[in-house]
């Protein structure tokens, strides 16, 4: 079984043997990820000169200059993991080769003492951990590590254990009690160091993990243009209670220390990321799943600082707060952790693909304005195949490559559903089969085979739900069955679209509504406007009825008109009544590049 995480102690909670449904949502998109993108991501690791970067070291006589950002390494060990969980999802044979040669040129590339970095040994002037607030050798070091792992889990490939491993030891020996306090300027290697303990039982990686963390937040980074807390070098981890600078640095560190706890027990460390969490979630969540309103250092913003149209909501971001609820979940148990899984992967990481799977957004804003130009990773238009900056594309795939591991898990007592989809979850004890079109539809039908106590996530939006063969479902809970082999669980959830208000003090959507149906987000898109109407002049009668068709909504209101100046007194008045139609915010920009909104004013 592949597993992206498996703690050892600390919780009850683990994953499961699981399938998603390929004709499910989930399930189509994993098959998509791996006719499409994960093939995709291989063609552009080697187009854009990342697996040549080690070529040309391994062939002293190659020549040519190292290629890319300088944690350029990273994009292709994330292509590396992706493949490696898809080799234990499905089987494929299919990359035989390129992992051939990969690993012979890990060996040959590898010093004596364990570094490896394409950039450092590529670029003349440049020495080993000189710069570790930009160079990212220990952020490379982690998707190194955590690739070895999901090509060991998937198939049984020792080759990148043991470069991963030698790695891991010269992290240990250089920076371990005795050695150098250093931390990287881009967390990852926390997780990382965590897993590869996991895999191999040698303490002496959750020890080093365990430096890491603590080391952090005593400014030992030179501070750069955008201060230490982009770092998050700013407060030791204990201390700190914001989820503030980087976001994607956030919540890597985030996931970093509850896979700490996880092992250790420290319960001051799950109470600071308890602390952090509220921070993040209640105050600085987008209703997407995004995080990070700044664009300037990709950063959180203060708390409510939500605006629609500016926000960064970087994909890794998302995919990094998933992984890092995922974390929380297993710590906890509780609910809202998986309730926020299921926000970002429906809405804001599924919107960061293209329908075809070879295209992607960087950034993920909530409004695009009618008549902007340009598509770049800081203010899309459309996606793009690639990025200069390349690191979402093989994370997306790297996570749609496991996702049937975090739909489930199993205890003494039986097996948790967290992700509502359907598909075929096992324990030792229990089969759970799920039958669903879920999201589209809110009906479940749960088979269960075995003995135990079977409990589903009530999503926390589902007043009303109706259950048979259980008790009453209570929403933002989890619903408890105990089941013989042969018991049937109907599960209702209402789907009805609902109109959602942000808190008063994120005044920029201030006046607005999100339109939600079950978890799914909706938006506007000026392809389904009438010609002469711009997506800027609608506004939601929020007491007019919303039909469902194919998919999509059905709504009313008014469309503004258009002032004659920048700025009048009065207004610009109306031009009359008006029907439009909302879709999936995760499809959106699968139609061309146009103008969308999520936020819709009212009348």
Request: aromatic share 8%.
């Amino acid at each position: 079984m592949s597993t992206p995480v498996a703690p050892r102690a600390r919780t009850r909670l683990a994953p499961v043997e699981g399938r998603l449904d390929p004709e499910s949502f989930l399930g189509a998109w994993q098959e998509l990820n791996a006719s499409a993108t994960i093939p995709h991501c291989v063609t552009n690791v080697e187009r854009t000169g990342v697996i040549e970067n080690f070529r040309r070291i391994a062939d002293t006589g190659r020549g040519g200059k190292f290629q890319g950002f300088w944690f350029a390494d990273s994009d292709l060990y994330k292509t590396l993991e992706a493949i490696g969980w898809e080799q234990g999802r499905s089987g494929t044979d299919a990359y035989a080769a390129l992992l051939d040669e990969v690993a012979g040129l890990f060996e040959r590339v590898q010093t004596a003492d364990g570094y490896l970095n394409t950039y450092v040994q590529g670029t003349p002037g440049v020495t080993e951990f000189a710069h570790p607030e930009y160079a990212h050798e220990l952020y490379c070091a982690g998707h190194l590590m955590q690739a070895a792992v999901a090509l060991r889990r998937g198939s049984g490939d020792e080759r990148f254990l043991g470069v991963a491993r030698r790695l891991g030891d010269l992290i240990v020996e250089r920076f371990g009690d005795d050695g150098v306090p250093l931390i990287d300027g881009h967390p990852e290697v926390e997780t990382a160091l965590v897993e590869l303990y996991r895999e191999t039982g040698e303490p002496a990686y959750l020890h080093a993990a365990e430096l890491q963390i603590e080391r952090r937040g005593h400014r030992w980074l030179e501070p750069g243009q955008f201060g230490s807390l982009y770092y998050q070098d700013h407060l030791p981890v204990r201390a700190g209670a914001e989820a503030i600078g980087h976001s994607v640095r956030q919540l890597y560190l985030a996931a970093g220390v509850t896979d700490l706890y996880l092992e250790n027990g420290d319960e001051t460390l799950l109470a600071a990321m308890e602390r952090l969490w509220e921070s993040a979630f209640h105050t600085k969540l987008y209703v997407t799943g995004g995080h990070g309103s700044r664009h300037r250092d990709e950063a959180y913003g203060d708390p409510y600082e939500l605006p629609p149209d500016r926000a960064y909501a970087e994909t890794c971001a998302s995919i990094a707060a998933f992984q890092w609820c995922w974390r929380m979940l297993l710590a906890t148990g509780r609910a809202r952790y998986a309730e926020e899984m299921e926000r970002a992967v429906l809405n804001a990481i599924a919107a960061s693909t293209a329908a075809t799977g070879t295209a992607f957004f960087y950034s993920n804003p909530l409004q695009l304005r009618t008549g902007h130009n340009g598509s770049d990773e800081d203010s899309p238009s459309e996606r793009l195949p690639w990025y200069a900056c390349a690191c979402c594309p093989p994370n997306i795939a790297r996570l749609l490559a496991s996702l049937h591991s975090y739909a489930a898990t199993a205890d003494d007592d039986g097996i948790q559903l967290h992700l509502l989809t359907a598909g075929e979850f096992r324990s030792e004890r229990m089969t759970v089969t799920v039958l669903t079109a879920y999201p589209s539809d809110g009906e479940l039908t749960i088979r269960v085979s075995g003995r135990g106590e079977l409990r589903i996530r009530v999503p926390a939006w589902a007043a009303g739900a109706s259950a048979d063969g259980a008790g009453e479902p209570v929403p933002g809970e989890y619903l408890s069955v105990s089941c013989v082999d042969g018991t049937v669980v109907r599960l209702s959830l209402p789907m009805r679209p609902r109109l959602v208000r942000a808190d008063e003090r994120v005044d920029a959507v201030r006046g607005c509504v999100a339109i939600l149906r079950g978890p799914v987000v909706y938006c506007i898109e000026q392809a389904d406007l009438p010609d002469g109407v711009l997506v800027e002049q609608i506004r939601l009668d929020p007491a007019a009825p919303i039909t469902e068709s194919d998919g999509t909504l059905v709504l009313s209101g008014h469309a503004a008109g258009l002032g004659r100046s920048l700025y009048s007194e009065g207004g610009p008045g109306e031009r009359g009544k008006i029907s439009f139609t909302a879709i999936p915010y995760h499809s959106w920009a699968n139609r061309g590049p146009g103008a969308m909104r999520v936020w819709l004013p009212t009348v």
